[in-house]
């Protein structure tokens, strides 16, 4: 099993709509958790960081369910802007150990 | 406050050349990393180092080689470049510890690498 996996995607979506990217993770010793968005193969940006209890960030609303080791991303009201690919992003709490990427969901937000 | 900096950002080799690529960071962070990034592969952990003076392996470190010297610099090295190195290549830092919430790990720009 892969230590990150995320929905193949790619999600193709009209503005205004509302998607959601799901991800789990192998390591139920992983301490930290992150969204990153990357645009055209450009260093991947954070885009926010994933709480037990649930964090909204604007249009984005992202949730952590560690019992099933599983974590996911709510976009609403979509934009053009939205496009990008996004990152699922674990820390599986070894000290000195990289941050840990799923491979990515490619979104793509049409007028 | 330059972050962190990869030179070079294009390079084009042919097959069997050498090269080394440059991360310098200037925010004093103790570990740094080399990943890779090929199309539907993701981001992949070629080396990286938890001080100066120590690196290890990745999940891909085969045909590279690294060094950390001095604590603001971790070169990645090919001796002999492949075609399958042909790649995207980023260098990225943190400091010690827990990766922070609203930064975990800064990345640098990138470097194209092609190999003929």
């Known amino acids: 099993r892969k230590e990150v996996e995320q929905d193949p995607g790619p999600f193709n979506v009209p503005e205004g709509a509302t998607v959601a990217f799901n991800c789990t993770y192998s390591?139920?010793?992983?301490?930290?958790f992150f969204w990153y968005r990357q645009d055209c193969r450009k260093e991947p940006k954070l885009l926010m960081s994933?709480?037990?209890s649930g964090n909204e960030d604007g249009r984005f609303t992202a949730q952590l369910n560690r019992a099933s080791q599983y974590i996911s991303l709510l976009i609403r009201d979509s934009k053009l802007s939205d496009s990008a690919t996004y990152l699922c992003?674990?820390?599986?709490?070894?000290?000195?150990?990289?941050?840990?990427f799923g491979k990515g969901t490619t979104l793509s937000v049409s007028s | 406050n330059a972050g962190v900096t990869q030179t070079p950002k294009f390079r084009v080799l042919k097959t069997g050349q050498s090269m080394t690529l440059l991360c310098a960071q200037d925010?004093?962070?103790?570990?740094m990393y080399w990943y890779r990034q090929d199309p539907g592969m993701g981001l992949r952990l070629i080396h990286y180092s938890v001080g100066e003076g120590t690196t290890a392996k990745g999940e891909v470190p085969d045909g590279y080689n690294v060094s950390r010297l001095k604590k603001q610099n971790f070169l990645l090295g090919l001796e002999s470049a492949a075609p399958s190195q042909t790649s995207v290549y980023f260098c990225?830092?943190?400091?010690?510890?827990?990766?922070?919430?609203?930064?975990?790990?800064?990345f640098g720009d990138g470097t194209r690498l092609s190999i003929l």
């Open positions: 994933v709480y037990s």
């Open positions: 990225a830092s943190r400091p010690r510890g827990t990766p922070h919430s609203n930064q975990p790990q800064h």
């Open positions: 925010m004093n962070h103790e570990y």
């Open positions: 992003v674990v820390y599986p709490n070894q000290a000195g150990t990289a941050l840990i």
């Open positions: 390591n139920s010793a992983s301490q930290s």
